[in-house]
């Protein structure tokens, strides 16, 4: 054997033994892993990484880690390295759309669980991603096939009938819904995520008590669970100080094993609690900790509000309405319900859902979504820009499209409530589109709207929503926008006030079916005894007859609000 040929042999016999050295060690990590021994995992990882810094399974398992302990980024940053190391490997893009999901950034996540599914099409895990981020997107027809294909590939996959019941329960198939959720928990009678579904399902549904007994198993299986902890609280009248949950929660946040995310849940549980015993002051103490751990944690600038807003005057102005007249879609089916939130919003659905004619469709995500669909953004344009190029075709097109979407939630409905308050930004879309639709303003006193937003949390991102000063200057924007959409002559309104409903419920009530073009129903009066989901921050309130505490409500926190009053000043 000649000298070139042994270095030859020596060479591959060394690579072959640092490959096993390599293997062992992630090995080694990956038991750490399983074990939740975060620490010794990454020790393992790293040390991979120091002998192959481009081993693409260790940059994967690094990020993996990275993304269970929530550090998105970080996580993001090292699967991305992997796939560039090795972009054929299917799990990587699944657990890359897993921290995209988790960031927001849903439209990506939906590209990135396509690419693993493309790679392995019986991919259960990745189909079943797919279907959450479809649902999280509003696109529940999608979502539920996606959901079901999953249980066809893997009848085993508990997860998959856990978010098949949620899927079910957001289109109202709660009859559906419950059976999924059972047959998850007969597959892992501990599986967490299960029982919390069908507790929100429940609470959803108006059953109360069994919500409450819901989010108390979470409880008994993770009794940090900062969300059971919070919904639990929203649910329970709190009498005194000494009930157990009271004196629960002030130790589990001085407990340092408490995670951030799970802290800022409970003291928003507790805020409510206190608010319930009349210790305003130590309630605003915890629920302003719990605003400002979330508003620390993403980057917000309210002048690029004020910009979307000048914009949206911009181009709806009254020649841009008055020369579409008579675009879009004849029907006057819907019934948009708009304002702040926290304004009455639920309330107004509630009343018009105990109406034999009308289907109460909840906070609907579909005329948002039909404003970033490509159809209606030519040439790339971002909304409201986009409107400029809208023609009459593509008015009546996306006006059906929306009233299709629609027909998901209520199939047959002779009206239907769409009640993202949100919708106050697309008003003049609505004019466009769906130009015999009725439109009701929910306003409510201005203080205690905002006070009412800092004391909740919102599924969903509402950035505002966070700090009391922002909270004030958002108000002052809608404030504008109103406005303006009132200032516009062929934009017909009909204004409700929270208060007045509240003093003189039949009265406006009646206002309030005459402008909807429907004939008086007693049940609007007893809309409390009225059964149907509600997934919102209401969804208790609306359970119960019509009730004034919450007016000026504020005035208890007088004292705490100067960066909110001066704001709105």
């Known amino acids: 054997m000649n000298r070139a040929e042994r270095r030859r042999r020596e060479s591959l016999n060394s690579s072959s033994a640092t490959a096993r050295k390599v293997e062992r060690t992630l090995a080694e990590g990956l038991e750490h892993h399983g074990a939740r021994r975060f620490a010794e995992a990454r020790r393992s990882y790293k040390k991979v990484l120091r002998q192959d810094a481009r081993n693409a399974r260790a940059l994967f398992l690094m990020g993996t880690l990275a993304l269970q302990e929530k550090d998105y980024p970080t996580a993001e940053s090292l699967i991305k390295k992997a796939i560039a190391e090795d972009p054929k490997d299917p799990s990587f893009h699944n657990n890359l759309g897993v921290i ?46 996606a959901l079901e294909h999953t249980i066809e590939l893997d009848p085993s996959f508990g997860g998959a009938y856990s978010n098949l019941g949620n899927a079910y329960n957001a289109v109202g198939r709660t009859g559906e ?65 000494d009930d157990n949950d ?86 006057d089916r819907p019934i948009f319900i708009v304002g702040m939130m926290r304004s009455g919003t639920s309330l107004v659905e509630q009343i018009l859902a105990s109406h034999p004619s009308v289907t109460g469709c909840g906070e609907l995500t579909e005329l948002d979504r039909l404003t970033r669909n490509d159809e209606a953004r030519p ?48 008003i003049g879309l609505i004019r466009v589109l769906l130009p015999n639709a009725t439109i009701i303003h929910c306003a409510r006193d201005p203080v205690d709207t905002c006070l009412s937003c800092f004391r909740n949390y919102f599924a969903g991102f509402h950035s505002f929503a966070y700090d009391l000063e922002d909270l004030g200057t958002y108000y002052c924007l809608y404030q504008k926008l109103m406005d303006h959409w009132r200032s516009v002559a062929s934009i017909n309104l009909h204004e409700i006030c929270y208060e007045d409903l509240v ?31 509600v997934r919102t921050a209401s969804a208790a309130q609306v359970r119960r007859p019509m009730y004034s505490s919450s007016v000026e409500a504020w005035r208890k926190f007088e004292s705490h609000l100067g960066p909110l009053l001066r704001a709105l000043s």
Request: glycine fraction near 6%.
């Open 100 to 145: 995209l999901r988790e960031s927001g950034h849903l439209e990506e996540a939906l590209d990135c669980y396509r690419q693993a599914i493309e790679l392995r099409p019986e991919y259960a895990e990745a189909h079943c991603n797919l279907g959450i981020a479809l649902r999280e997107l509003g696109q529940l027809e999608d979502a539920i096939l």
């Open 177 to 241: 819904a419950m059976p999924v959720f059972d047959k998850a928990l007969g597959l892992n009678p501990h599986d967490l995520s299960a029982h919390f579904n069908r507790a929100i399902a429940n609470q959803d549904r108006g059953y109360l008590d069994a919500a409450q007994d819901g989010f108390r198993d979470v409880l008994r299986l993770q009794p940090q669970h900062g969300e059971a902890w919070r919904l639990l609280s929203g649910l329970k009248r709190f009498a005194s100080a």
């Open 246 to 331: 009271i004196e629960e929660m002030p130790r589990l946040l001085r407990d340092a094993t408490l995670k951030k995310p799970d802290e800022m849940h409970v003291q928003f549980g507790l805020g409510k609690a206190l608010v319930d015993i009349g210790e305003f002051d130590d309630a605003f103490r915890q629920i302003a900790a719990a605003n400002a751990a979330y508003r620390n944690s993403y980057e917000y600038d309210i002048e690029k509000d004020a910009e979307y807003f000048e914009s949206i005057q911009d181009v709806f102005s009254e020649e841009f309405l008055s020369d579409r007249e008579g675009w879009g879609s004849a029907s």
């Open 379 to 426: 040439g790339g344009l971002d909304y409201p820009q986009s409107m400029r190029s809208l023609d009459r075709t593509l008015s009546k097109s996306l006006a059906e499209e929306y009233l299709r979407r629609v027909q998901v939630y209520a199939p047959g409905a002779e009206r239907t409530t769409d009640k993202m308050p949100g919708n106050f930004l697309h």
């Open 503 to 533: 003093a003189n419920p039949e009265d406006e009530i009646r206002r309030l079916l005459h402008a909807c073009g429907l004939s008086w129903n007693d049940q609007c009066l007893n809309f409390h005894q009225t059964t149907r989901p």
